[in-house]
């Protein structure tokens, strides 16, 4: 994870997922993660997005609600993104309040990056 983090590709990302020495749940769940935060915010390609959305859709599923929050926030901006809002307020709205101070605390550039989106594609 370290070096995916340092290095910052999605092939950096995708060989932390799959390193045999990881715990494929924990582990697993923080690779998801970097890698759909790269897909958001980094990648310049048109299918990046959907990219995205394939590993923030198992994160949205997790019991753990910190990675909860960071995939449903993830799939907000990614559907806003792609210019599906009703997938994107779908999303949000299954965003909670708990489930929003995890996602301040566990990943504040994710977090901003979904008020930055809410701001420029919905009314609040």
Known sequence: LLHAKRVNTEEAWEAARNHSGADPLYHGQLAREGF????????EDSGRFDRAILHLQVLADSSDLKFKAFGLAGLVVAYANLGDDGK???????????MRGELEKHSPPMALLLETTLEQNFSL
């Open 36 to 43: 759909a935060y790269y897909c958001l915010v980094r990648a």
């Open 88 to 98: 994107a307020d779908q999303a949000n709205a299954q965003l909670t309040p708990a």
